[in-house]
């Protein structure tokens, strides 16, 4: 694999009764690169993201990652992060009820003593925020911030499990000029940082804006 590929897929096929959704597709993906993924509705966008991510499973092909000598199988999204690839969907599967903080890290908050440490974790949380320019507090609820916030928090909660590869699935749909520029500022600084985007969209001029491919 060219050391500057993070990601390929390889004649990926995969059929649902009655339907041949993908049809020996091949993608690759470069670290530090913005890869737009569009297409018409039934096009496949959603199942070749499904395909990579573990959720459905695929007849034919291989999937590569930088770093493994195999083709890798995600059997499931929670596989698919530890390969290195997270998914931030237009609807933000977050828990609103819980702070900021609590959403970056939960089912991995620090501890001491057997106890969430709550100061340690709303530190880093904070640090996590400034690094990548979000303006957001620790403590607030989740609730609190705009649906652009939100996507913002959970990209950051991908970016400090270490992702590689950061599928936004049509990200944009549903908010306003304003908030799509901030969601854009984020995601160049995130191609500077070496991370690889695939983002899915249906909006032509968002691709010119922001994708190199």
């Not at 050391?3 to 020996?24: C, W, Y």
């Not at 096009?43 to 195999?70: P, Q």
């Not at 530890?82 to 991995?108: K, M």
């Not at 320019?133 to 939100?150: P, W």
Request: glycine letters at 6%; proline letters at 3%; aromatic letters at 6%.
């Amino acid at each position: 694999m060219d050391e500057n590929v993070v990601l390929t897929m390889r004649d990926i096929s995969k059929t649902f009764p009655g339907v041949k959704a993908l049809q020996h597709v091949d993608f690759t993906l470069r670290k530090g690169e913005i890869h737009a993924l569009m297409g018409e509705n039934g096009a496949g966008k959603s199942t070749l993201i499904k395909v990579l991510t573990g959720v459905h499973d695929f007849e034919s092909g291989e999937i590569k990652m930088a770093g493994n000598d195999s083709p890798i199988i995600n059997r499931s999204p929670q596989e698919a992060q530890e390969h290195g690839i997270s998914t931030v969907y237009q609807e933000v599967n977050l828990c609103p009820n819980l702070t900021v903080a609590e959403n970056l890290f939960i089912g991995r908050e620090p501890r001491k003593a057997g106890f969430i440490d709550w100061k340690t974790m709303n530190k880093k949380a904070t640090e996590i925020l400034e690094s990548l320019n979000i303006d957001a507090s620790a403590t607030q609820l989740l609730e609190e911030c705009s649906l652009a916030r939100q996507q913002m928090i959970a990209i950051a909660r991908a970016v400090d499990m270490k992702c590689r590869v950061l599928i936004l699935d049509e990200p944009t749909s549903s908010l306003d000029d304003d908030e799509v520029e901030k969601l854009f500022t984020l995601m160049r600084k995130l191609r500077s940082d070496g991370v690889g985007i695939i983002f899915v969209t249906h909006f032509l001029e968002q691709v010119y804006a922001v994708c190199d491919k």
